[in-house]
T-cell receptor, first 110, second 116 residues
């Protein structure tokens, strides 16, 4: 079965620190990969997506993610976080069915 | 397009009552997903439809839960009878898959359900 693993469910860091969130999936073959963000009290919004091509994907708000096919990974990064990046981040993998990881709760301390 | 539209935004009901959540997907999208989100369990896929047909309902927690999609523009998630542990935010999302490539999933604003 298709599964998505996110580690370090709770992340606390200071403003200007760098952030990296790991995402691994178990599905073989061609997949589409996504990172979503959910700000407190809001619905999920797309940060970035990967379908094909350059494995380094740039998203909104300074986020990027790198697809490493050999490692079945799609890790999210941001070099310098802001307080407004406090949110929950979800990795998702899709072929026919959209499967989400458990999420990473990120708290940025001013 | 106005995006995925869910109603109601908030629902407070008494235990044992029937609850119906509604979703209007984005026009042209052929996949519709129902998710439940709680602090304890995170984001759980309950059921998804493709071209109005339920494909996988293995995430539906119990027989008290049922979902329908009578046409391409409308879906319902029903809980009967509701219980306090059903309290959660229920999200509907839609997407389209063309030649095995999925566009991003668009989420509705969610329905916050409280069963007292």
């Amino acid at each position: 079965a298709q599964s998505v693993s996110q580690h370090n469910h709770h992340v606390i860091l200071s403003e200007a620190a760098s952030l990296e969130l790991g995402c691994n999936y178990s599905y073989g073959g061609t997949v589409n990969l996504f990172w979503y963000v959910q700000y407190p009290g809001q619905h999920l919004q797309l940060l970035l997506k990967y379908f094909s091509g350059d494995p380094l994907v740039k998203g909104i708000k300074g986020f990027e993610a790198e697809f490493i096919k050999s490692k079945f990974s799609f890790n999210l990064r941001k070099p310098s976080v802001q307080w407004s990046d406090t949110a929950e981040y979800f990795c998702a993998v899709c072929r026919n069915r959209l499967a989400f990881g458990k999420g990473n709760q990120v708290v940025v301390i001013p | 397009d106005a995006g995925v539209i869910q109603s109601p935004r908030h629902e407070v009901t008494e235990m044992g009552q029937e609850v119906t959540l509604r979703c209007k997907p984005i026009s042209g999208h052929d996949y519709l997903f129902w998710y439940r989100q709680t602090m304890m369990r995170g984001l759980e896929l309950l059921i998804y439809f493709n071209n109005n047909v339920p494909i996988d309902d293995s995430g539906m927690p119990e027989d008290r839960f049922s979902a329908k999609m009578p046409n391409a523009s409308f879906s319902t998630l029903k809980i009967q009878p509701s219980e306090p542990r059903d309290s959660a935010v229920y999200f509907c999302a839609s997407t389209s898959v063309v030649r095995e490539k999925s566009t991003e999933a668009f989420f509705g604003q969610g329905t916050r359900l409280t069963v007292v």
